[in-house]
């Protein structure tokens, strides 16, 4: 007959529990061991060991190996070993200002570090501070040159402050045509509201290189009617090309009163806001390049201004807004980069030449009497001066 297992005392654990509670305990000991094992590998590795492309400098107990430096302008790495007998640090220097430093390297190990240096000539330690100074120099590289060139973030504070001014004056303008426009179309003057259209239409184009600060004021104020489900019918379109439509499609005032009030509302509603405006500097640039990139794509379908064909107008107020851009950053861009303020130059001098080609006398071509070899070769110019727009940032140090 077999017997029963012996039951565990009161107050004491189970021996099975026993077991595993051993067994557990050594496998923490064991996982214990293998991490202190490794982490003392991995220092060791980091002590001991080379950086990639690092300049090895040995500090024995009288001098430095080697003593004197040259390196590029630019980031460089440097391994410290210490072959002494003493616990060292090693520095570099400006006059009395430590421009980096490794201190408490132990006797046997080695430290490294990386510092972005700029041309000239450095004092190095060496070990105990009896032990004479070496030498660091660092060269002039093409990195360094063009590091010198960009300009400083406190240079686009006069630029930033003139283009506030532009914006706000233009606001102004805007506010001031729209109103004459919307206040003959309110009167159901239709052949003077066609006259006024242009004016209010071009004064919103001077100020377009913003509008992606005020998303919604810019869909109220200059949405075609093809983003909108409905299109013409749709009752979400309004703005300048809903009055465009009215009166140059339909050759009516009727029932645009209230889209005239919403429009007049919108552009001093975006005049306060320009007000608060801040724009930053790597967005000037940018916002002149998207825009007529947006002009390149309107030339080429004629889509701007689908009733009242004045696009060339609208094209040539979008360019004199991109352009105040970058003639504020003109002496910047020429310090920086005098090629590229040169091409800037062409490229607007090109565009502006293309555009008179369709202004035979004082007034613009209406646009549907261009053919489709014009409409890309303006597309196409609009492109090419965006394209060079787009290299300032980098040039200013933006990017």
Known sequence: MASNPPSAQPGRPAPALMRLAIAGAALLVIVAGAAFYFASEGAKRAQTGTAEGALTVTITDATCDPNEITVAAGPSTFTIVNNSSRTVEWEILDGVYVVEERENITPGLSRTMTT?????DYDITCGLLSNPRGKLHVTPSAASAAEAAKPSMTAFIGPLAEYKVFLVMEAGALVTATQQFTDAVKAGD?????????????????????????????????????YFEKQEEDPAFGGFHRLEYG?????????????????????????????????????????????????????????????????LADFQASLEGSRKIVTLLRPLTEK???????????????????????????????????????????????ASLSTEITKLNAALGLE
């Open 190 to 226: 239709v052949e003077l509201a066609k006259t006024l259209y242009g004016p209010a239409h071009t004064a919103y184009k001077h100020l377009e290189p913003v509008a992606d600060r005020f998303a919604d004021l810019d869909t109220a104020i200059n949405a075609r009617a093809t």
């Open 336 to 382: 920086a980069n005098p090629d590229l303020a040169k091409s800037l130059d062409a490229a607007f001098e090109a565009t502006s030449a293309k555009l008179a080609g369709f202004k035979p006398q004082d007034q613009y071509l209406s646009y549907d009497r261009l053919g489709e070899a014009d409409r890309k070769a303006l597309a196409d110019q609009f």
């Open 247 to 311: 009166l140059f499609a339909r050759n009516s005032a009727e029932g645009l009163a209230p889209v005239a009030d919403k429009l007049l509302a919108d552009v001093t509603a975006l005049q306060q806001r320009v007000r608060g405006l801040q724009v930053p500097p790597e967005k000037m640039a940018d916002s002149a390049a998207r825009l007529l990139t947006k002009v390149a794509d309107s030339a080429a379908t004629g889509d701007e201004d689908r009733y009242s064909h004045g696009d």
């Open 116 to 120: 972005k240096l700029a041309p000239g």
